[in-house]
């Protein structure tokens, strides 16, 4: 889910040079009858912000079927599952891009999503492919870390335990886990790594949290400001600043206790009157050619595996995984919260 630059993407092939707005591939694509249709897609906000690959999408979705995407956003990941199972309202979209794999059963459980049939997701890792309705399917993954300044003076931690020592008072920046899934995710990690035992896991590490915020963008750009020197990111964002400040200060650290993974999920509401262009439009969004969009927008893994990485990502590791769920996701997320303000 980190995203930070808009990046226009060309891609060399196999047989020549090839791109999202190839108009041989468009046409060859083509769909005549969604000629002026308008997909209504629902998202987080940075998704759909000026360095985020919504604007590419849609161009090159349009000029290959004809048919036109509007992105709204609701905020970060939380909210966008709020947004979708707010029971006073009906959702006025077609298609939701951004809930994750901690929030995928209860996204199911609301029976708001049809099945898809997806040619593309023959190309899509396996191990990403959590719903077998395919009501849900997945577009990027990446895997949880802490990233440190490594010109700020501090010792980078090693550990979950290590970030509630003295040394870190106030020096870490997370986010909130009633709102943004990054926050969800660490609440997963601190429940995977201590069980019965996180509650007083987050109130020992309460005195080093200097911020916790609604949103990733709002946590990192704060990082990035020198605001502090430890925040709550993904392994992959060493890449982004490789990419474009070509520097290795910022450190995604490894931890002993293991890394989360994030995996990111599209899918089509059963409210939709355009069903069939709907999916079309996920199927487009696996393609490997839309894929290879979202190293550099989102900073993510794709999920098609015949999606091109770019150099970038030659200094991302892999860390060892850990298995992390959300024991109660509708208590847990504001138990962690009213630990933090009430210590």
């Known amino acids: 889910m980190m995203r930070t630059r808009q990046f226009i993407a060309i891609f060399l092939f196999v047989g020549g040079l ?3 707005n190839n108009p041989v ?4 694509n083509a769909q005549p009858n969604a000629a002026g249709a308008e997909l209504v897609i629902w998202t987080y906000d940075s998704f759909m912000s000026e360095w985020g690959p919504a604007g590419q999408i849609a161009e090159a979705f349009q000029k290959a079927y ?3 995407l509007r992105f709204v956003s609701k905020g970060d990941g939380g909210a966008l599952l709020s947004a979708l199972l707010d029971g006073s309202r009906k959702p006025n979209a077609d298609i939701i891009i951004g809930l994750d794999n901690r929030q995928l059963e209860k996204a199911l459980q609301s029976g708001l999503f049809v099945p898809l049939s997806l040619k593309n997701l023959a190309e899509v890792q396996k191990n990403l492919l959590l719903d077998p309705t395919n009501r849900l399917v997945p577009y990027d993954f990446g ?3 802490f990233m440190w300044d490594s010109q700020s003076g501090i010792e980078p931690p090693s550990s979950l335990e290590d970030l509630t020592k003295p040394i870190y008072h106030k020096k870490i920046i997370i986010m909130d886990p009633r709102t943004s899934t990054p926050g969800l995710g660490f609440l997963a990690w601190t429940e995977a790594a201590y069980k019965e035992g996180w509650e007083n896991y987050w109130k020992r590490l309460s005195p080093s949290i200097l911020a916790m915020t609604p949103s990733w963008d709002t946590g990192y750009g704060l990082f990035t400001k020198g605001e502090a020197p430890l925040v709550l990111s993904y392994s992959t964002s060493p890449a982004y600043h490789k990419a474009y400040e070509n520097t290795e200060r910022y450190k995604a650290l490894q931890f002993t206790e293991g890394h989360p993974m994030q995996i990111e999920f599209a899918g ?5 009157a355009h069903r069939e262009l709907a999916q079309t439009f996920v199927d487009f969004l696996l393609s490997a050619e839309c894929q290879a969009l979202l190293p550099e927008t989102q900073w993510m893994f ?3 595996t015949k999606a091109k990485l770019p150099a970038s990502f030659s200094i991302v590791s892999i860390y060892p995984a850990l298995d992390a769920d959300i024991d109660d996701i509708v208590r847990d997320p504001s138990e962690a919260v ?4 009430s210590h």
């Open 143 to 145: 895997q949880f870390a």
């Open 66 to 68: 004809g048919a036109k």
């Open 268 to 272: 089509v509401l059963s409210s939709s």
């Open 338 to 341: 009213n630990i933090l303000i």
């Open 18 to 20: 090839f791109s999202l």
């Open 302 to 304: 794709p999920s098609n």
């Open 25 to 28: 591939w468009a046409q060859a």
